[in-house]
């Protein structure tokens, strides 16, 4: 191991933030200490098969438990998960605080945000959280967008949801540049070395990457029309394709099996990020089809020609009326369009919507 590594603690609540720490511990010459796992939704089981876990010097899991049913949940929920969040933390920011290096995966999630507002690392460094990150300006500069209720909470039990002036950030979204000094290109080199020279591409072969936009805190469409939607784009784009649908970490097996039987396609289980995958697959698919997925940016970037990537647009009846939600919608396919450089692929919403019931 080198020894004029800086030794740097990291923050992470999914499989893809923790692939772009690795990634950002790779490009900075960082060498890994204590992880984190704040909040995750994911079993630890998720992460252990990850590159380099085995080679952190110790990791911490910290996770909300409290669960609260009914009108009790709506009125107590938001304290109690905050409440939990503060004391979960406390340990971590006493052992961390004034630390030299700290990465964080999501500086709009407030346990990330707290601890590192509260660890004051001489050095913090934000990766971006996939597509949600594109439309991000500012990074650490900007407060947290809550309701009053929520920011009351915060308050009252001290979470940091301010700025984090001096950050830096480590984005695959060049776009971020024009707005921080503080900038690192995530080209994803520590994936591209893993990635086989030798693959071959399996002629007929299409990965669907499933996008539960029916089950986020504000669904963007009811089930029904997302498996409308993926019934127009079987009919209009994937006809001539053998198709494996590769779900989100979100999707359970019974929307799996509602999927399959509207489409016929072949389903898989989340089981790590579709990035890794596809680096370790015993054959690449002739392309893969997905709309506002991280994965997209990530493939285009370590594949490049390897995999056409054709990016689907979200239809607008999708997200109504909501402005801010169109906006940011808005911001993040303006760079998944800047990639529909041939052989990838841009489809427009209306070439979409037409004959979606």
Same mark, same amino acid.
């Given at each position: 191991? @080198? ?9 992470? =609540? ?26 995750? $939704? ?53 052992? #961390?605080?004034?630390?030299?290096? !700290? ?20 050095? %913090? ?8 990150? &594109?439309? #991000?300006?500012?990074?650490?500069? $900007? ?25 830096? %950030?480590? =984005? ?33 072969? &299409? ?76 054959? !690449?698919?002739?392309? $893969? ?7 997209? @940016?990530?493939? $285009? ?34 760079? #998944? ?21």
């Amino acid at each position: 191991m @080198q020894t004029n590594m800086t030794p740097c603690h990291a923050i992470v =609540s999914t499989p893809l933030q923790y692939l772009n720490v690795i990634e950002a511990t790779h490009a900075l010459n960082l060498e890994i200490d204590t992880l984190i796992l704040a909040d995750s $939704v994911l079993d630890i089981s998720y992460y252990e098969p990850l590159p380099l876990f085995k080679r952190w010097q110790s990791y911490e899991l910290r996770t909300y438990q409290g669960e609260h049913k009914g009108k009790t949940r709506i009125r107590l929920g938001a304290l109690a998960r905050y409440y939990s969040h503060r004391k979960q933390s406390r340990p971590t920011i006493k052992r #961390l605080r004034n630390c030299n290096v !700290l990465l964080i995966g999501n500086i709009r999630k407030l346990l990330h945000r707290h601890m590192a507002a509260s660890i004051r690392a001489k050095r %913090l460094i934000i990766c971006d959280d996939g597509a949600a990150s &594109a439309g #991000l300006n500012g990074h650490g500069n $900007v407060s947290l967008n809550q309701p009053p209720i929520h920011r009351y909470c915060c308050n009252v039990l001290g979470l940091h949801t301010g700025p984090i002036p001096g950050a830096e %950030l480590f =984005s695959a979204y060049e776009a971020q540049q024009e707005s921080s000094e503080n900038f690192h290109l995530n080209r994803y080199e520590f994936l591209k070395k893993i990635i086989s020279d030798t693959l071959n591409t399996e002629t007929g072969k &299409a990965w669907f990457l499933g996008q539960p936009v029916y089950d986020i805190p504000r669904p963007l469409a009811p089930f029904h029309k997302y498996l409308s939607y993926l019934k127009n784009i079987q009919a209009n784009s994937l006809s001539q394709y053998n198709i494996a649908y590769y779900a989100h970490p979100r999707e359970t097996s019974k929307t799996l099996a509602a999927i399959k039987e509207a489409t016929g396609w072949e389903t898989f289980p989340y089981d790590g990020p579709i990035e890794l995958k596809l680096a370790t697959a015993s054959s !690449l698919p002739e392309r $893969v089809f997905a709309m506002c997925s991280s994965a997209i @940016q990530t493939i $285009v970037t370590m594949f490049g020609n390897r995999i056409p990537v054709t990016i689907l647009d979200i239809p607008k009846v999708f997200y109504g009326t909501d402005p801010s939600r169109a906006l940011h919608i808005a911001s993040i396919y303006r760079q #998944l369009r800047s990639l529909a450089k041939p052989p990838h692929h841009f489809v427009d919403a209306q070439d979409i919507e037409q004959n979606m019931p």
